[in-house]
């Protein structure tokens, strides 16, 4: 039997360094794998090559364009259903017409209505939840074929990453809808990589209408990721933020691009940039590594049969 463990603000905080990150790729490919391993979180390699881009670029214009919507169409299934659940305690429903090419709709494992405890923050979740179900209907509507939603899991895979990043005990679970700081600790889990996962996938964009579609997605995912990251350190749970940063950061390869939002001094850093302020790109293979929860790049984590569609 799991306790039930839930997120207070830390007394202290600092940004976690590289060395930090390089531990938790150590520690996550040694002692600790036995424990993450039956809940589907493993270490992550270099991405040298990623054989999801490879494979795309060899693709006629307009056939892969659609198969990135597709990809995208995954993720913010995964988005939508999160967010649905913790505003209004139900997700996608059958109205929305979540069926498509290669199968029936997969079922959701766990989520529910969060209690909110301040007002801003339950109209944030509302907000979100509508412009992500607003998503999810837009790229159905631009796909030729149109992927299901296939099933998803929000209780174990957030007990896997939390653990990992040591927000919970070994034996702890973590209930992402418990209460709003883990529910917002839970969001900056995905917002941050689907604003990369969007930049990432830009230039492998052809259709200049489609590249718009994608700009306008890109845009709303970072004013969410941005307003995530401003209430996380406004509620001072930057320690934990930055244990999940690290994290993301050891999972999707050996380049240390993830930031938290605090820095060395404790100051915040809402925008994660670089020195010319633009935000990084992570690649097909990188975003599934972090929401399959696994190095290979196989089902696995929020994702526990895998993503619908030809990126895999």
């Known amino acids: 039997m799991f306790n039930r463990l839930s997120i207070v603000p830390a007394s202290t905080s600092s940004r976690f360094s590289t060395p930090r990150r390089r531990f938790l790729q150590q520690a996550l490919g040694g002692i600790g794998i036995a424990g993450l391993a039956h809940l589907g979180f493993m270490p992550n390699a270099a991405l040298a090559v990623d054989p999801t ?20 169409l995954n993720l913010e299934y995964l988005e939508a259903e999160f967010y649905l659940r913790a505003a209004t305690g139900q997700g996608l429903t059958v109205a929305d017409d979540i069926s498509g090419e290669g199968g029936t709709p997969g079922e959701v494992t766990g989520g529910r209505a969060v209690n909110f405890d301040t007002a801003a923050i339950r109209d944030y979740a509302n907000e979100i939840a509508a412009d992500e179900l607003a998503h999810v209907r837009l790229l159905r509507s631009a796909l030729k074929k149109p992927v299901p939603r296939v099933a998803i899991d929000l209780s174990a895979s957030f007990t896997a990453a939390a653990r990992a990043a040591g927000l919970v005990g070994p034996t702890e679970e973590f209930d992402a809808f418990a209460n709003e700081s883990n529910f917002l600790l839970a969001a900056y889990i995905f917002e941050d990589v689907g604003v990369t996962a969007y930049k990432g996938a830009a230039p492998l964009l052809r259709s200049n209408a489609i590249l718009e579609v994608a700009a306008g ?37 050996d380049a240390d691009l993830d ?54």
């Open 53 to 72: 881009t490879e494979g795309l670029r060899k693709q006629p214009s307009a056939k892969r364009d659609q198969d990135i919507l597709n990809f995208a």
């Open 217 to 253: 997605l890109l845009a709303v995912e970072a004013y969410h990721a941005g307003l995530i990251r401003g209430v996380l350190f406004s509620k001072g749970l930057g320690t934990q933020a930055n244990a999940i940063s690290d994290l993301r950061d050891a999972v999707d390869g």
């Open 259 to 312: 930031q938290g939002i605090l820095n060395t001094d404790s100051t915040a850093n809402i925008v994660p940039t670089d020195a010319n302020g633009l935000t990084f790109s992570r690649t097909p293979g990188q975003v599934l590594n972090i929401v399959y929860l696994n190095s290979a790049g196989t089902p696995g984590g929020f994702f526990p049969a895998g993503i619908a569609g030809k990126i895999q």
